[in-house]
Every structure is written in C-alpha cells, then in structure tokens.
C-alpha cells in the first residue's frame, strides 16, 4: 500500500499545522489549564472555515466527501498541539449519520456539521466496562411517543460542548444509537489526568428521545464506527508521540554536560533511536488502518484493532523514555513535555486499550479462519 500522502492531503495537514501554530501556541494551551476559555471556540470556528468539520461528510450536504485519512491527518495535528475541541468526535457523529438509512435525520444535522454551527460527540463507554459492543449495559426502552433511555456514560468528550450526543444503549439487547439534545442530559464534568482535554458522566436515567432520533442499523455498523473512533484516537495520539520525539531531540541537543550536548552519548542515542522507530511504526499502522477503512478492504476491521493496539502498546514506552531523557525538568509544571506526559497516559486507554484491541484481534483472526 502506498503511504505518500497526495498534494491534497499534504496541503491539508500543512494548512492544519500552520493554523494551530499560528491560533493555538502553548500559550493558549495553558490558558485553558485554568478553566473555560474562548480559545477552543475560536479555534473551532477557524476549523469549520478551513474545512475541518465537513471533511468526511458526503457533497451533497456541503461536505468534502473525503474520508478516513484525511480525519486522521487533522486528528494527528491537533493531537501534537494538544488541541482542545469537538472536532473528531463531531466527526464520528458525522459519519454514524451519513451512513445511516435515514434522510430525515441527515437533513436535519449533517448540514449544520458541515457549516461547524453543531457541535456533537459520541457518549459509549460506561463505568468499569470496557470499550466494546459487549461492555455496554445502558438501556432503551420502547414507549408510544418515543423512547425512555436508562444508565450511565463516562468519558464523554467534549460533554460540556456538544450540542447534541450519540448515545448508545441496549434497545431489546441490540446496540443502537440515538441522538440526544444535550441540553436534555444531566452531565457532570470529569476530572481526569489529561488537563489539555474535557470530559463529562452523563447520567441517562429517564431521558426521552423522540422516535425519529433512533438511528437505524446493524450492530456491525456500530462495531464499524467504534473502529473508526479508534482510528482517530491512535491518529491524535500519533501527534502526541511525534511531539514527543522532537522535544526530546531538541532538549538532548542543546542540554550539556562535560562540556558536550547530551545527545552526543551512547545511551541517549540509543534512547531517541528507540523511540524514533516506535513513532514510525505507529505511523504505518494507524496509516494502514485509516486507508484500510476507507478502501473498504475485508481486513480493514483487523488493521484498526491491530493500531489501537500497538499506538496503546507504544504511548508509555515513549512517553517514559521522553522523561528520562529530559530527566527530573520534564515532570516540573513549567515544561510542556508534562502536559503530553498527561495526555499520552489517557490515549493509552482512551477507545480502549491494548489488551481490549488484542482481544478483538484474536476474535477477528479465529473467524477468518473459521469462515
């Protein structure tokens, strides 16, 4: 498979670097440390303009009708510069609505995504369960009018942003989607170890939904989103790694002892070189998984676990190596390198993490060779 990027593409990632270098330096990650701030609304609003919130949407409704790889290049930017926002989990409820049989509930929001004037995310994992179709116990019950949905979600991203939310829950003990006005749900917000990101509870015990906001589909298109989620995790995870590695080269460059860069000992090279090829292997196989999904090839399902899983696998060893060569300045408040210390701790877990993906990896191999 061919992994060169075309002019669109590359413009695209440019473009994307360019603006969050420009409207989203440290400064304004850090300002958001303290609480809310417009920096994110402001970025997001710069986002929709440069075409981010439509990439994947189909053109009839205003989108760009690109696909996967192009949200993973978007993803890896904003995961290097520790970006705040809803824009890959609006992206997800984007594609669960496009993909979806159902015309009235595509005219009703897919325009508004594309034109960044909605904000949305994806409420699926719930408390001590894991991140899988068999983790979910949230329920919905059938009623004349609609339906009554029951339990609880955690790590909802961007909670506090959206407009609307996905949720997920067991209709008659099938998966189904519904969407949710936002204002609707009761959400709290979570503090995790991440502070560059938001989270929020939602707690789901009687809120009605409308008939016409249940999403009609297969458990496999489910299954199918969910892998796409994690593509996009493993993608801005992927920017956090690249960072990751060019801070430690900068510092290891022009930090000396014995009258000599640090960079210029064995062990220290050793140690970059380690995490050099960790970065690129994550980039093969997260690269792999979003052209896979968007080829439509029978093991696109296998090469998105096979990423979540290494992208999981690799996050601390890298992150851990980053601090030891910066040594005991890294962990301090005033470096940045702690803040993507942080974030690459909830990537490590966020979608799932490894021995989640490992699992289904297995599941997936068993069949194939069953069929």
């Known amino acids: 498979m061919d992994f060169e990027l075309s002019d669109e593409q590359a413009m695209l990632k440019a473009a994307t670097r360019d603006l969050l270098r420009d ?3 440290m400064e304004r990650v850090r300002e958001g440390l303290e609480g809310p701030t417009t920096s994110a609304t402001e970025l997001w609003r710069r986002g929709a303009d440069i075409g981010w919130t439509g990439l994947a949407l189909p053109e009839e409704v205003g989108g760009a009708g690109q696909g996967l790889v192009e949200l993973a290049l978007v993803a890896e930017e904003r995961g290097r510069a520790l ?6 989990t609006t992206a997800v409820v984007g594609l669960a609505l496009a993909r979806a049989d159902s015309p009235e509930l595509s005219a009703e929001f897919l325009p508004r995504l594309v034109a960044g004037t909605l904000r949305a995310t994806w409420a699926f994992a719930e408390p001590g369960r894991p991140w899988t179709l068999d983790g979910l116990t949230a329920t919905a019950a059938a009623t004349e009018d609609g339906y009554v949905l029951q339990g609880r979600k955690t790590l909802v991203e961007d909670a506090g942003l959206a407009d609307v939310v996905l949720v997920t829950a067991l209709l008659d003990g099938r998966p ?3 969407v949710v006005d936002a204002a609707d749900l009761r959400t709290r917000p979570q ?5 560059t990101r938001d989270f929020g509870a939602v707690d789901l015990d009687g809120v009605r939904v409308p008939g016409g906001r ?3 589909g297969e458990p496999a298109a489910l299954q199918r989103l969910l892998d796409d989620a994690a ?3 493993c993608a801005g995870a992927l920017g956090v790694l690249d960072r990751l590695l060019e801070m430690t080269v900068e510092y290891t460059t022009v930090r000396h002892q014995f009258d000599r860069p640090i960079a210029s000992f064995q062990a220290v090279k ?3 070189a380690d995490m050099a090829i960790a970065v690129q292997g994550a980039r093969a196989a997260t690269y792999l998984a979003a ?3 968007d080829a439509g090839v029978p093991d696109a399902a296998l090469t998105a676990a096979v990423a979540a899983s290494h992208v999981s696998d690799v996050l601390p060893r890298v992150a851990g190596e980053a601090l030891q060569l910066h040594g005991g300045i890294g962990f301090t408040w005033e470096h940045d390198l702690h803040l993507y210390l942080r974030r690459a701790k909830v990537d490590e877990v966020l979608h799932g993490d490894a021995p989640v993906h490992r699992e289904r990896i297995c599941d997936l191999v068993q069949r194939a060779r069953t069929a």
Request: proline share 7%; aromatic share 6%.
């Open 23 to 25: 409207r989203y330096p």
């Open 83 to 88: 970006a705040r926002g809803a824009v890959e």
């Open 176 to 178: 189904t989607n519904f």
């Open 191 to 195: 503090r995790v170890l991440d502070l």
């Open 214 to 216: 249940r999403l009609p």
């Open 231 to 233: 593509v996009l995790g």
């Open 270 to 272: 050793h140690g970059a």
């Open 291 to 293: 052209m896979a999904a």
